[in-house]
């Protein structure tokens, strides 16, 4: 596609219930990262993938999170059992190749709403 | 840990004057990058610093990385209501470049 696509756009969800956020990178695109938004905040960085490997769990909040990366492209962030905590939007990003000095491209974010 | 903070949080400025955001890191940066975010939609790349003391313009924008790397500001002459938004610097983590750590941003606001 032109961009970095995600879905959904919008998820409102009960407490203790599971989620999945997707994101489509750019083709080609090797690098991609996923960043949680909490309203009027800065970007709070969670994970990267080099193709299907994560190699760097760390910055996930909690082992509830995690994700997954499948044929290079696709990746899914998984929270289980969510927590009103977990509302924020989730960014996901993505770059040609995985360097210091590239840019990242954005997609629109999937705005979580836990209630 | 590494931390990238922004001043100031907050600007109202009145469409025509000046403004001006600085990014201060806790440790020496390799480069710099900027992004803007528009309210409502996703944060867009602006640009990047990598030499000491560089400085890049792009029309009315301004960019400086610190003659430290430690530091860097974007001064945005003659504002105008389409520079609303919020401007974030970013550099490589302290635990890797792979993770780049986003300052806390300075929200921009224009009065026509």
């Known amino acids: 596609g032109a961009g970095v696509s995600q879905s959904p756009s919008n998820k409102v969800t009960e407490k203790g219930k599971d989620v999945e956020l997707r994101c489509d990178p750019i083709s080609g695109h090797t690098a991609l990262y996923w960043y949680r938004q909490s309203l009027g905040q800065g970007l709070e960085f969670l994970i990267y993938f080099q193709g299907n490997s994560a190699p760097d769990k760390s910055g996930l909040p909690s082992d509830r999170f995690s994700a997954e990366r499948t044929g290079g492209s696709v990746s899914t962030l998984t929270i289980q059992r969510t927590q009103q905590e977990d509302s924020a939007v989730y960014l996901c990003?993505?770059?040609?190749?995985?360097?210091?000095?590239?840019?990242?491209?954005f997609g629109q974010g999937t705005r979580l709403t836990v209630v | 840990g590494q931390q990238v903070m922004q001043i100031p949080q907050y600007q109202h400025v009145q469409e025509g004057e000046d403004f001006t955001t600085y990014c201060n890191s806790s440790t020496t940066l390799s480069n710099i990058q900027w992004y803007k975010q528009r309210p409502g939609g996703h944060p867009v790349f602006l640009i990047q610093l990598v030499k000491s003391g560089e400085v890049k313009k792009q029309k009315r924008l301004t960019f400086q990385f610190g003659e430290k790397k430690k530091n860097s500001s974007l001064h945005i002459t003659a504002t105008q209501t389409t520079d609303v938004g919020t401007y974030f610097c970013a550099g490589p983590g302290s635990g890797g470049y792979q993770k780049v750590t986003f300052g806390t941003g300075t929200k921009l606001q224009v009065i026509p």
């Open positions: 990003a993505s770059s040609p190749r995985l360097a210091e000095n590239t840019e990242a491209f």
